[in-house]
């Protein structure tokens, strides 16, 4: 079992970055691999970018690719997401998520565990 709590949300302008955090409870995280997704209002949730357990193997979505980046710090229990370069269409509830077999998932549905959300709002 794993809780994750996510930080770093907020209102910039396009163009703009922001570094989200998910910090995770546990001992067990360095064994998770870990995932950034997000849900824009009035659609589903999309994968964003993930990271495996040991932070060696990362993924990402073709439309955030150059843009973001994920890792990970297994000491401190957290993984990030740099966002640069900020679009309006990036505005969304952006989720950490857990995956119990270390390896990275790039279908939501796969995640074992998420966090509460964090609002990223992406204004012009």
């Known amino acids: 079992q794993v809780a994750l709590v996510e930080s770093g949300g907020g209102l910039v302008q396009a163009g703009g970055s922001l570094r989200l955090s998910c910090a995770a409870s546990?001992?067990?995280?360095?064994?998770?691999?870990m995932g950034w997704v997000r849900q824009a209002p009035g659609k589903e949730r999309d994968f964003v970018a993930g990271i495996n357990w040991s932070g060696g193997t990362t993924y990402y979505a073709a439309s955030v690719k150059g843009r973001f980046t994920i890792a990970r710090d297994n000491a401190k229990n957290t993984v990030y997401l740099q966002m640069n370069s900020l679009k309006l269409e990036d505005t969304a509830v952006y989720y950490c998520a857990a995956d119990r077999t270390g390896r990275v998932r790039t279908t939501p549905g796969d995640y074992d565990y998420w966090g509460q959300g964090t609002q990223v709002t992406v204004s012009s």
């Open positions: 546990g001992r067990t995280f360095s064994s998770y691999a």
